[in-house]
């Protein structure tokens, strides 16, 4: 026994455990897992869905959330000590982060998203990457940096009055256009929306015109347009002020780019003789314009499936604006070249 307590704790353990383990007869002895017959699978189920008995509403027990209050021994801790998800980001630093957008309990909570696109997916996984490669610029070590064009013109001394005044504008307009700078991993254009509008000033005699136009609108966007008015009138055209004469909408994140997708691999290749957007295009803060004519709608997979539901001479073309996050034309140029938008002409910068 004096033996047995010097042994350490650990020790004794095991043998206490080693002295209870019966000894096992010498031979192969199967597990009894490997004995045992697996259960019996019926491929067909025995069990009709029609001998289920019918739930009605007498059936039903009814609860009352005030008894079953006033029955707890315990009341339910209160809205102060339940997890409120913080309303500010203070930074990745900070102790305390806000959850995810995809956790339910944040106050940003989006749900989705329900489907990826295709060209969508194609830019994050090689376009965005190629547009980064392409338009790297190597400068060496030492190499001065380029001198800034003036955007803003200065005043002359020629007059006592012109001391001490604020710049003057660009020549030509009144806009400053933003600058652009290098393409570089956070600054990669992509495409931020896309505007549709439809212009049928035929509308003022047959309001026909105005639901034949929502009906294909809505059709190939997948969002309910709205109905644009005239706000000047114009006797030439026989033109009122306030009258209906079109629609619009506007789409963004992923149907923009399924829109992108479906006009450059379905619509684009079936217009005869179509050269591709006008070179000048651009408003020279990185939006590119062009125009479909009514023949080129018939185009779209929904309206030529359902081509016979529109009278052919309704159905009316648009005018289309991809809005991108480039800072200027060339950049929004070289997206669209990348997406598959082809261009013709001179291209002005």
């Known amino acids: 026994m004096a033996t047995l307590r010097e042994v350490p704790r650990v020790g004794r353990r095991l043998l206490g455990s080693v002295s209870q383990l019966k000894p ?22 025995l069990d009709s869905g029609l001998a289920s008995p019918i739930v009605t509403r007498e059936g039903i027990k009814v609860v009352d959330p005030r008894k079953r209050a006033s029955r707890r021994n315990f009341e339910l801790p209160h809205e102060r000590y339940r997890y409120h998800a913080p309303k500010y980001y203070r930074g990745p630093l900070h102790p305390v982060q806000p959850p995810p957008s995809s956790d339910p309990i944040a106050r940003d909570f ?22 980064m490669t392409m338009m790297y610029q190597h400068t060496p070590p030492g190499t001065p940096d380029k001198p800034e064009r003036i955007r803003l013109r200065e005043w002359d001394d020629s007059s006592p009055y012109m001391k001490n005044r604020p710049k003057r504008g660009p020549r030509g307009a009144d806009v400053l256009f933003p ?3 290098n393409i570089t991993w956070q600054n990669i254009p992509e495409i931020r929306a896309v505007h549709i509008a439809v212009y049928t000033p035929a509308a003022r005699k047959n ?30 055209w026989g033109i009122v002020k306030g ?47 062009f125009g479909l004519g009514s023949q080129d709608m018939q185009h779209f997979p929904e309206v030529e499936a359902a081509y016979n539901m529109y009278p052919s001479k309704m159905i009316p073309g648009c005018r289309i604006v991809l809005e991108t996050t480039a800072k200027s034309d060339r950049h929004a140029r070289i997206l669209c070249k990348a997406l598959g ?4 002409g001179k291209l002005v910068d």
């Open 341 to 344: 938008i082809p261009f013709h």
């Open 24 to 45: 096992c007869t010498p031979g192969i002895q199967r597990c009894a897992s490997t004995e045992s017959t697996p259960p019996v699978v019926p491929d067909i189920e």
């Open 243 to 289: 009258d209906k004469s079109g629609v619009k909408c506007s789409i963004y994140g992923n149907q923009a780019y399924e829109f992108v997708d479906k006009a450059v691999n379905l619509v684009f290749p079936k217009i005869k003789e179509w050269k591709g957007i006008e070179g000048t295009t651009g408003d020279s803060t990185g939006n590119i314009q």
């Open 207 to 236: 309001f026909d015109h105005i639901i034949v136009g929502r009906a294909v609108l809505q059709s190939i966007t997948g969002v309910r347009p709205k109905t644009t008015f005239t706000k000047t009138s114009v006797s030439q």
């Open 179 to 181: 600058m652009e700078k």
């Open 110 to 131: 989006a749900p989705g998203p329900f489907n990826l696109p295709r060209l969508k997916q194609t830019y994050q996984s090689t376009i965005a990457s190629d547009i």
